[in-house]
């Protein structure tokens, strides 16, 4: 270990100001922390720090996705051979998957951790962690057949316009992994929506057995079926749905992987219980409501089953509880969070052209967070002002 | 006697090197300090010349804004010299000792027999009146200005603090008797907040004069900021005063004997202190009659004060400050720590959950150092800071309006009701490792210059 630290330090001189590698400061110190904490001390009043730093709170939240990411591999691998009408074992199912979907985790992390270094070196600064989750929330909102360069553009489109131009890290309004998401729907619809791009190799189509479907639930539901079936034309059980051996993104598929990530993010503290109950409670809410105006198979679909379908829990568990691009204070959160679950549900079934709603919601109320925040804040204001008069009279 | 007013948010950080209930005369200094800095916003002027002879309460210097304002030689002997700092500025005044204590003569008597007057008049002569700070800013109260009400916050929750009720043992009637002299001084009520914890009967309950009122709960239950906030909080234009319980028993002794008394206890604490213990000492006496054969081997930082509001001094050549009845020595954290943000962390303190101490060890005694952990970030993690502040205030978004200099948003998101030690666990807890109440002091200065000039 010492031995490592005495190779760094010996390496470590030109890329210090006035070196000849000094452009590549912030990528050498992004290594660099990553290897060892630094060993800078307090200099204020407050002597003493949390241990907690940005590494260990991010890296939480990743293994939080660990889960979702495990089932989301063996998943794209089940539905791949299904949709070829082989038989495959465990380990084939899950070979396929990871080879799958590890060349768009490269692509996200190259594509989205370059760009952040040359925008740190260029502000001097250290590169922030804030890629870290990012850079794994890209692919797993992805459909599997999107093609990689489609991953790279959207990349590029979520870091740039949608953080570093707002200052980076901590400063931007909506969540970069959405919006890249977001840009791919609206910029290649065909490819994020439809009945073939779920499910590996459909799009193309080569061996894939006739008359197989590839569409999702939601994507049944929206026209209007009254049964949902898979693609050989079995119904699903609610047990499909809970344990996610449905179509779907890469990661969105399994509610019960992402609420073992739940628990992860609550019982470390990392992400808010506020944000990820109050999404579920408007979404069961407004699922009730419209059970009450049922006009169609949409409309009748069970809560409980909005909250299993698509992307709605990763989308609470993961995304809402963004702390950047989230309401700030406690009590906003509240509101912040079960907004989200009421347009959620709301625009899922009342407009079919966007059967994922979440996305929408959350971006959505991302815009909203800081007005969330800026009504709780002026009642605190408010309350002082009233306790200052009353004192004055 | 009133209800215990229970504090919900906060955190106890519990370390190692709790000082022992003993207490020892720790040996006479050669040299004795009274540093400028203990004051925000004071500009000293020196008035003796070097070398000039002082007695104990013989004024050294005086404030330039207020030169009624003065500080006093704790000792008697000779100004030997005045250290200063960046920018010529003083950072200590330094008298030598001739183990004399030859006393300057104040008013004796009954308090309640004098007029505010001719109190005010004696706490400046004697140098004791820069114990009274005002809230908003803390800074030095106005002589001329009466308080709403005057807060005496007779227990400490910050970590290894001095068990107040053990100082103050057998100093009961001094403290009354300052209570009686503070009495003068404002209209309102004199607010006396004791440790809410078991036993109820703390060494204060007795005191007449005084509304007592008992918190409980973790750090910072103990720092007046926040039993004002619970008790009498501050609004626009409101001024009100606060004093250190040792500092009320000195202003009592000054009444009763017409003598500055400058002795002091002050506890020894932290990791790096072989036998944790009080001493009897003198203010601004020099920090190493302290930590003399106490010191462990190691790269130290001594400190006045506690870790979370104290001020960084030399081991050798520093002074306790004036308001400092702890001095602290712990590690200095200047090492890299190899992969130190994936371990999982039995000997590390973290309000978050995420580590394993916090689990399996909740009692456990933290040997902390001064290490930040990390990097500086911007503002990420929310709700962090709500948790360790027991008051109606938005934290985050008070300092977003410091940072962007918005004198009218400070004013509106309570920043009047707040001081550094209010603050100071929000900067411990921050995972973006923000320093934080260097922007508040930095927010409270431009409030002031705004304010009041």
Redesign the interface.
């Given at each position: 270990m010492s031995s490592l630290r005495r190779f760094v330090d010996k390496i470590k001189p030109p890329f210090e100001k006035g070196g000849k590698l000094h452009i590549f400061l912030s990528g050498f110190e992004a290594i660099e922390t990553f290897l060892f904490v630094p060993n800078k001390v307090t200099s204020g009043r407050v002597h003493i720090k949390d241990a907690n730093d940005m590494k260990r709170s991010l890296i939480l939240v990743m293994i939080a996705m660990v889960p979702a990411l495990l089932f989301g591999i063996w998943n794209t691998g089940f539905h791949h051979f299904q949709a070829l009408g082989t038989d495959a074992g465990f380990w084939q199912m899950v070979g396929f998957g990871f080879l799958k979907i590890l060349p768009m985790f490269i692509v996200s992390y190259v594509v989205g951790l370059g760009i952040e270094i040359a925008f740190a070196q260029m502000r001097h600064e250290e590169v922030a962690e804030g890629y870290f989750v990012t850079g794994m929330l890209i692919p797993m909102v992805m459909p599997v057949d999107v093609p990689l360069w489609m991953v790279a553009v959207a990349t590029v489109f979520a870091v740039v316009i949608g953080k570093e131009v707002f200052g980076g890290t901590g400063m931007n309004i909506l969540n970069p992994a959405l919006i890249a998401r977001a840009f791919l729907f609206f910029a290649y619809p065909s490819h994020m929506s439809g009945s073939t791009v779920w499910i590996a190799g459909l799009t193309d189509g080569t061996g894939v057995i006739d008359g197989y479907s590839g569409s999702t639930i939601l994507g049944q539901a929206a026209q209007n079926a009254t049964t949902f079936v898979n693609g050989l034309g079995q119904p699903y059980t609610r047990m499909d749905m809970f344990l996610g051996t449905i179509p779907g993104s890469f990661g969105e598929t399994s509610t019960l992987a992402i609420l073992i990530g739940a628990a992860i993010l609550i019982l470390t503290g990392v992400g808010s219980w506020k944000i990820i109950f109050s999404v579920f409670a408007g979404g069961a809410v407004m699922g009730l409501i419209l059970n009450l105006f049922a006009v169609n198979t949409f409309m009748e679909l069970p809560f409980y089953e909005h909250l299993m379908l698509g992307g709605f829990a990763f989308g609470a568990v993961f995304m809402a509880t963004d702390p950047v691009t989230g309401a700030q204070t406690e009590r906003g959160k509240w509101i912040y969070g079960f907004l989200i679950g009421i347009m959620a549900i709301l625009i899922r079934v009342l407009n079919p052209a966007y059967p994922e709603g979440v996305m929408m919601a959350i971006l959505l109320m991302n815009v909203f967070a800081p007005l969330i925040d800026h009504y709780i804040v002026e009642a605190n204001i408010r309350k002082r002002l009233k306790r200052a008069k009353v004192v004055a009279n | 006697m009133a209800e215990v007013i229970k504090i919900k948010k906060g955190l106890d950080?519990k370390m190692i090197g709790q000082a022992e209930k003993i207490y020892v005369k720790a040996p006479r200094a050669k040299t004795y300090a009274i540093k400028p800095v203990d004051w925000h916003g004071l500009t000293p002027k020196i008035i003796p010349k070097l070398c000039d002879e002082v007695k104990v309460g013989t004024p050294i210097f005086f404030d330039k804004y207020h030169p009624e304002v003065k500080f006093t030689s704790p000792v008697s002997g000779i100004l030997l010299s005045i250290n200063r700092g960046e920018r010529r500025r003083i950072i200590e005044v330094v008298i030598e000792d001739d183990g004399k204590n030859t006393p300057e003569t104040f008013l004796k008597g009954e308090p309640s027999s004098f007029k505010r007057e001719q109190i005010v008049e004696s706490l400046l002569e004697s140098g004791l009146w820069p114990a009274i700070r005002q809230r908003p800013y803390t800074v030095i109260a106005k002589p001329e200005q009466h308080p709403k009400s005057i807060f005496i916050s007779a227990f400490d929750t910050a970590?290894l603090a001095p068990d107040l009720d053990f100082v103050l043992k057998d100093m009961e009637e001094d403290f009354q008797w300052g209570v009686n002299v503070l009495k003068q001084l404002t209209e309102g009520k004199i607010y006396l907040s004791l440790d809410g914890r078991y036993p109820s009967v703390r060494t204060l309950s007795a005191t007449k004069g005084v509304e007592i009122n008992r918190f409980k709960g973790p750090h910072p239950a103990g720092n007046v900021g926040i039993q004002i906030s619970k008790l009498d909080?501050i609004?626009?234009g409101?001024v009100v005063w606060v004093v250190q319980p040792q500092d009320v028993v000195a202003i009592g002794r000054l009444f009763k004997t017409g003598k500055y008394d400058p002795s002091v206890l002050v506890a020894v604490t932290g990791s790096r202190v072989e036998k944790p213990q009080y001493y009897k000492t003198i203010r601004g006496a020099a920090v190493s009659t302290l930590l003399e054969k106490q010191l462990k081997e190691g790269e130290n930082?001594v400190?006045s004060?506690n870790?979370?509001?104290?001020?960084?001094i030399d081991g050798e050549k520093g002074y306790v400050g004036f308001f400092d009845s702890q001095v602290?020595v712990?590690p200095?954290?200047?090492?890299?720590?190899?992969?130190?943000?994936?371990k999982p962390?039995f000997n590390?303190?973290?309000?978050?959950?995420?580590?394993a101490s916090t689990w399996l060890l909740p009692n456990k005694q933290f040997d902390?150092?001064?290490?930040?952990?990390?990097?500086?970030?911007?503002?990420?993690?929310?709700?962090e800071y709500?948790k360790v502040l027991p008051m109606?205030?938005?934290p985050?978004?008070l300092l977003k309006s410091i940072l962007a200099n918005d004198i009218d948003k400070m004013e509106?998101?309570?920043i009047y009701e707040l001081d550094?030690e209010d603050l100071?666990l929000c900067?411990?807890?921050?995972?973006?490792?923000t320093?934080?109440?260097?922007i508040l002091r930095d927010g409270l200065k431009s409030m002031r210059k705004e304010m009041e000039e």
């Open positions: - | 950080i970590p909080p609004n626009k409101e930082r400190i004060g870790v979370l509001n104290g001020r960084q602290t712990i200095e954290g200047n090492q890299y720590e190899f992969f130190g943000w994936m962390g590390k303190k973290s309000l978050s959950r995420s580590f902390l150092d001064t290490n930040i952990h990390g990097g500086e970030r911007a503002f990420v993690m929310t709700g709500e109606d205030i938005y985050v978004q509106r998101l309570g550094e100071a900067e411990f807890v921050c995972t973006s490792k320093p934080v109440t260097k």
